[in-house]
């Protein structure tokens, strides 16, 4: 018995004439029958090989010798053995190459073998991770667009929570415009635009209403301190909020609230929210959505021409209208600049206030047919767009409620008319507009506001 094992070879290999020899490598064993006992590696360079032919023939030279001893034999017998030997190893080499390739491939196989259990937990797992890498995304998206608008955790509009109703299932917002965004602007601080919107949360419907800005009021609001602004303790509704901002410090969340609390002692409803919005926000909302279509109002059937806005419009629908165009249409109210010669919105403001109403009919009904509102990266898009342009109270919890409520209204936004239920007068040598039927002899009447409630009352909640 000998054994060998050189710097090439990786098996083992034990040989003994006319028995079986074992090849064992990395634990698997196969049986080969030898007639010899020979030793050789499984890939042996040329030198070797030739080293390996020498020992080979010394070896048998030393054995041929020994039995020589016993029985002669010719030279030419002796270098038949030799090549005999040779040829057998060779053989033996080649044999151990192929099963050493055997092992290999076999080896491989059962290396790489995975159950079908695994791929499929591999697979769960790897879209797990990739569905928290996109909500992680998402949220940061929403965190850094959404931080100057809403209130609350970016992260919560995943979730949702219910909006605030009235005891008549009403979600009552209040939306008022300022221009405290325009450079020169005298009186950017006057809401000049001031609208509520009511949603039915159950009937998935949504009506709008206009509250004329030259109302007098009294600033102070029922069980609250006597509010003492600049321009006095009673004034056109339309100072409240820029009194409200110098009462509370600049606060606009508080001056907000505090108009919300005015608007709601008129129309005897209950503004859980408010949205402010100045100039730019119009303007950039119609231009993100690539205009808007408005049916304008007019009472000349020539439409509308309005020297203070540089503005001319047909009366009827307007296709496409840019945001520039819809915010001059928003403005104007005939007042008469330059030359005069304005006609289209004879009832100034009370005519103002219908168009307002479209125009945000107009960017609702767009905001639907092209799909916005039900595609989260366009809404961030919207709302990044605006940037310090829109304040509200809405939290990021509600957004989510209120984006479902809008996609599923029933109808357009109704309007409700607003201009029987005021009548004009003046105070001193400002022209004002009071509650129905009111007189600016009987101050008790110029702010009663019973009437107005009651016919909102019946507008906003048809009993079956």
């Known amino acids: 018995m000998s054994k060998r094992k050189t710097k090439h070879s990786k098996k083992t290999v034990r040989k003994q004439a006319g028995k079986k020899i074992t090849v064992s490598e990395k634990g698997m064993k196969e049986d080969i029958l030898v007639h010899k006992i020979v030793e050789a590696p499984t890939e042996m360079p040329d030198k070797t090989l030739a080293n390996m032919h020498a020992e080979t023939t010394t070896e048998t030279t030393a054995e041929m010798t020994a039995f020589d001893t016993k029985k002669p034999t010719t030279s030419e017998e002796t270098e038949k053995e030799k090549r005999k030997k040779v040829d057998a190893i060779l053989k033996l080499e080649k044999e151990l190459v192929k099963d050493r390739k055997k092992l290999k491939r076999k080896n491989k196989k059962e290396k790489t073998h995975i159950p079908l259990w695994t791929k499929i937990v591999i697979v769960v797992l790897s879209l797990i991770i990739v569905a928290m890498i996109s909500v992680a995304i998402f949220g940061y998206m929403l965190l850094s667009h959404t931080a100057n608008v809403f209130k609350g955790n970016p992260m919560d509009i995943l979730i949702g929570t219910e909006l605030a109703r009235d005891e008549n299932n009403l979600t009552n917002i209040l939306i008022f415009g300022t221009s405290e965004d325009a450079e020169g602007h005298d009186g950017g601080l006057l809401t000049d635009s001031i609208l509520v919107a009511s949603v039915d949360q159950e009937k998935k419907t949504s009506k709008i209403f206009s509250i004329p800005r030259d109302l007098w009021v009294n600033y102070t609001v029922p069980g609250g301190e006597t509010m003492n602004c600049v321009v006095g303790t009673q004034g056109k509704i339309n100072a409240t909020y820029m009194c409200a901002l110098n009462e509370y410090r600049n606060n606009k969340d508080q001056a907000s609230r505090y108009f919300a609390k005015k608007i ?23 231009d993100e959505l690539g205009g808007i279509d408005v049916d304008v109002y007019a009472d000349d059937d020539a439409g509308i021409h309005d020297t203070c806005q540089h503005l001319d419009l047909a009366k009827g629908m307007n296709y496409g209208l840019n945001g520039s165009m819809a915010l001059k249409l928003a403005r104007a109210r005939n007042a008469g600049c330059d030359e005069g010669g304005d006609f289209g919105l004879s009832r100034s403001n009370f005519d103002r206030e219908i168009n307002q109403q479209r125009i945000f009919n107009a960017i609702k009904n767009k905001a639907f047919s092209i799909g916005v509102l039900g595609k989260p990266t366009k809404v961030i898009r919207l709302i990044d767009s605006l940037g310090n342009n829109v304040k509200t109270n809405i939290t990021m919890a509600e957004v989510r409620t209120l984006i479902d409520i809008a996609t599923n209204l029933n109808g357009e936004v109704e309007s409700i008319p607003t201009v029987e239920q005021f009548g004009v007068g003046r105070i001193g040598i400002q ?4 509650p129905k039927g009111a007189s600016t002899y009987i101050e008790s009447s110029m702010f009663s506001y019973g009437e107005f409630q009651r016919y909102l009352r019946n507008k906003l909640i048809k009993f079956e």
């Not at 008129?266 to 303007?283: F, K, M, V």
């Not at 022209?431 to 009071?434: D, E, I, M, P």
Request: aromatic residues 12%.
């Open 431 to 434: 022209s004002v507009v009071l």
């Open 264 to 286: 709601s002692e008129i129309t005897g409803l209950n503004l859980q929210y408010y949205i402010s919005l100045d100039w730019s926000a119009l303007r950039t909302v119609v």
